[in-house]
């Protein structure tokens, strides 16, 4: 099945507390991005990667970090949550080259205390 | 910057009803997307308009883009229960914009 998948799907942790989000897709997509959704403010980007080793800021970036270091893996790094970083995260894949809807993970719902 | 807004934010809607969510957009742009999020669900994507002028449309929904007004509309015909859900646009092409999203009610 064709799919998106993140982890973990619920987190609660501690200011400055180091964290990771994993996220992984099984469509050999090239785009991948990360987004945080916040109640009425829709989704913002974080960083999104065109391929492998890739990356770029979206429009939120500041706290966090991203690597591309495999095609079907695209981490979110948080080096020192701040409780305006809790959040629901989505990460996404899609085609790259053409235009194409993004595909989304399942979510994660973070909350920093 | 891009910007992206839609309206409304929320809407009440008796079931048959037709309504019209609005997304405007603030640089020019020949992509726009739609995507559909249900309560406690991630999103999956509804349409992805590529020129001026296109239409698609799926069931009850149908959307359009404008490119020269920088406006997409979703319209919705004779809407019932099940298209209860909250409705976002997106812009861009790998640096995306999503507007705040339309919370949809359809009721009896």
């Known amino acids: 099945e064709a799919q998106v998948t993140q982890n973990p799907r619920y987190l609660i942790t501690v200011t400055g507390k180091k964290l990771t989000v994993t996220c992984s897709q099984n469509?050999?997509?090239?785009?991948m991005s990360w987004y945080r959704q916040d109640p009425g403010l829709g989704l913002r980007q974080i960083y999104y990667?065109?391929?492998?080793?890739?990356?770029d800021k979206g429009d939120v970036p500041e706290g966090y970090k991203v690597s591309r270091k495999e095609k079907r893996n695209f981490p979110l790094i948080l080096e020192s949550p701040s409780p305006n970083q809790t959040s629901l995260y989505f990460c996404?894949?899609?085609?790259?080259?053409?235009?194409?809807?993004?595909?989304f993970g399942p979510g994660t719902r973070l909350t920093v205390t | 910057e891009l910007k992206v807004e839609q309206n409304p934010l929320f809407l009440s809607m008796q079931e048959g009803k037709n309504y019209t969510i609005y997304c405007n957009y603030s640089t020019t742009s020949d992509r726009l997307y739609w995507y559909r999020q249900d309560p406690g669900k991630s999103l999956e994507s509804l349409f992805v308009l590529l020129s001026n002028g296109a239409v698609k449309q799926e069931g009850r929904l149908m959307a359009s883009l404008d490119t020269k007004a920088r406006l997409s509309t979703l319209h919705i015909t004779a809407a019932v229960h099940d298209l209860s859900a909250t409705y976002f646009c997106?812009?861009?092409?790998?640096?995306?914009?999503f507007g705040a999203g339309t919370r949809l009610t359809v009721k009896p």
């Open positions: 997106a812009v861009g092409e790998n640096d995306m914009r």
């Open positions: 990667s065109m391929n492998v080793e890739v990356t």
């Open positions: 996404a894949s899609s085609r790259a080259g053409l235009p194409s809807e993004q595909y």
């Open positions: 469509m050999n997509h090239e785009y």
